[in-house]
């Protein structure tokens, strides 16, 4: 009994620690987006001659994930920010907006 007890305590310790340990990775670092970055994505676009994807009809808001006719550029050298790797930025309608790169969803506009 006391070799059940045992084995059946040391199963739920691993089975609580594979479940603290999965709640840990889930954690995210917020990124705060400042004006002067849009002004640095919309003159380094300029520099680059990268056009905006123009639809009046298309209002992009934080979350809604943009179509695939909309291209999506790297993050410019300077702009520095936690996670660089994880955003890219795009020109809607003459405005830059950054995308979660594997979603496409906006996390900023300006």
């Not at 620690?17 to 004006?35: D, V």
């Not at 520099?47 to 790297?74: E, I, N």
Request: hydrophobic letters at 35%; proline letters at 6%.
């Amino acid at each position: 009994m006391s070799k059940s007890l045992l084995s059946f305590a040391a199963a739920s310790m691993l089975i609580g620690g594979i479940g603290f340990a999965s709640a840990q990775s889930t954690t995210t670092t917020t990124t705060t987006w400042t004006t002067e970055q849009g002004k640095v994505f919309t003159d380094y676009s300029t520099t680059q001659k990268y056009t905006s994807f123009d639809d009046p009809a298309m209002k992009p808001v934080v979350g809604m994930a943009l179509p695939q006719t909309v291209t999506v550029y790297p993050l410019p050298s300077t702009v520095t920010v936690v996670g660089p790797e994880q955003y890219s930025y795009g020109i809607v309608n003459n405005q830059p907006v950054v995308v979660e790169r594997t979603t496409r969803k906006v996390v900023h506009t300006w």
